[in-house]
Nanobody, 129 residues
Framework: VQLQASGGGLVQAGGSLRLSCAASGRTVSSYGMSWFRQVPGKEREFVAA????????FYGEAVKGRFTISRDNAKNTVYLQMNSLKPEDTAVYYC???????????????????????WGQGTLVTVSS
């Protein structure tokens, strides 16, 4: 599975961006998908996750109420709609795919980077104040 993240860029505080993660090589319709972000010198941070069907979504505390994760399995693509952006949202954003599509274990471990077998190359989001 290859994951290609796109949609990053420079935006002013309060603005919006939509990130896309297109999968190729095989369908990810049965995979749990997530977004993580990382600032240089800091650990990778969980942002949002979505189960294979889209029926369950999860968010990190820092982005709850502002970001929305969604997926289109027909297009093999996952999205992250980011609204009300803040300077502290500045980071490289990575999409990731997990063999765990849903279920009790996934719902307890979706935030762990080690649960994801495939990672995209990252897209930079810069929010200016």
């Amino acid at each position: 599975v290859q994951l290609q993240a796109s949609g990053g860029g420079l935006v002013q505080a309060g603005g919006s961006l939509r990130l896309s993660c297109a999968a190729s090589g095989r369908t990810v319709s049965s995979y749990g998908m997530s977004w993580f972000r990382q600032v240089p010198g800091k650990e990778r941070e969980f942002v949002a996750a979505i189960s294979w069907s889209g029926g369950n979504t999860f968010y990190g505390e820092a982005v709850k109420g502002r970001f929305t994760i969604s997926r289109d399995n027909a297009k093999n693509t996952v999205y992250l709609q980011m609204n009300s952006l803040k300077p502290e949202d500045t980071a490289v954003y990575y999409c990731a795919a997990s063999f765990l599509g849903d279920g009790p274990y996934y719902r307890g471990n979706y935030f762990r980077a080690e649960e994801y077998a495939y990672w995209g190359q990252g897209t930079l989001v810069t929010v200016s104040s």
